[in-house]
């Protein structure tokens, strides 16, 4: 059964919820074509995808912990600047295979090798990746993306339209205001896709 129940450090923030009023925002121009292409295949373990975005140089030893189990996780973002960027990859990639993309804060080297965008194909669902939301230059549905996975805001958010669910595990680094600081899981079931984000306790 799942989602699994969370640690004492940890709290579930909000569950499969199924909102309908989530406006796309419009395409912008300018955005780079997909450069990361990756298949994983959930049929061969019940292991969720992590989801964690804005850590800004700051990785907490709860979202490991929240994280740890995941078959492979998403970053969507704002991985560095106030840190050191290396040790937030790495530190993710001892937990599982790690999709990143580039967010409005990452600068140098190590950020333009990565993309803006990243698809990912898991349980036979399409999973489109990107930082900044309003720059979705895509209708997902047309284009048989069943989940988008977005970050910047710091806001954690699941939101379903026309058929695709859109989340932001909000900000696992330093918090903004008082925001939750929380990561994210996502099921896949029967080509259906589920999402949890988890609020930890800092």
Known sequence: MYPPDVGDRQRSYKLYPDVTGFDVHAPSSGLEVEKNLSTLDSHMSPQPLGLI?????????QAVEALCGCAHIIHAGDIGRYGDHANIL??????????AVRGNNDHGDWAEALPDIARLEFGGICIHILHILGELGIDPAANGVKVVVSGHTHKPRLETRNGVLYVNPGSAGPRRFRLPVCVGRLWVSDGEPRAELIELRV
């Open 53 to 61: 975005s804005d850590t800004h140089g700051l990785l907490r030893p």
């Open 90 to 99: 790495d530190e993710l990639a001892r937990i599982a295979p790690v999709t």
